[in-house]
C-alpha cells in the first residue's frame, strides 16, 4: 500500500501533537471540533486541497477522486442536498513563563 501524505503530517495525525516538540509547559485543552455546512462540489473541492491527493496525483498522473466519484456520490444521495460535516480539531497550547 503507498502513502501520499508527507511523513510528518503522518506522525502529527496519528500522536495528534502529543510528541510534537514544543518550547512551553503543555496546557490540557478540551476537544474542538470545525463544523461546516457543505454542498457534494464543496466536498469535492475540500479532497482536491488535501497534500495527499496532490501527490497521488503528482505521482500516477491521475486524480483520484474521480476514480472513486461514483461511490462519493452515491454516498452523499441527493446531489441537492448540503450535509453538516464536522472534524476533530488536534491542537497544542502552552502557557509561556513569565519573565
Known amino acids: 500500500m503507498h502513502y ?3 511523513k ?3 506522525k502529527n495525525r ?3 501533537y502529543r510528541n510534537l516538540p514544543f518550547p512551553y509547559e503543555s496546557i490540557d485543552t478540551p476537544t474542538f471540533f470545525a463544523t461546516s455546512v457543505y454542498t457534494f462540489d464543496d ?3 475540500n479532497l482536491f486541497s488535501w497534500s495527499g ?3 497521488y496525483i503528482k505521482q500516477h498522473n491521475e ?3 474521480e476514480i ?3 461511490e462519493l456520490r452515491t454516498a452523499w444521495g441527493n446531489l441537492d442536498e448540503k450535509k453538516k460535516i464536522s472534524w476533530q480539531l488536534h491542537t497544542k497550547i502552552g502557557k509561556k513563563p513569565l519573565k
Open 14 to 16: 496519528k500522536d495528534r
Open 53 to 55: 491527493v496532490q501527490e
Open 63 to 65: 486524480n483520484p477522486i
Open 43 to 45: 466536498l469535492l473541492t
Open 68 to 70: 472513486i466519484y461514483d
Open 4 to 6: 501520499y501524505w508527507p
Open 8 to 10: 510528518e503530517n503522518d
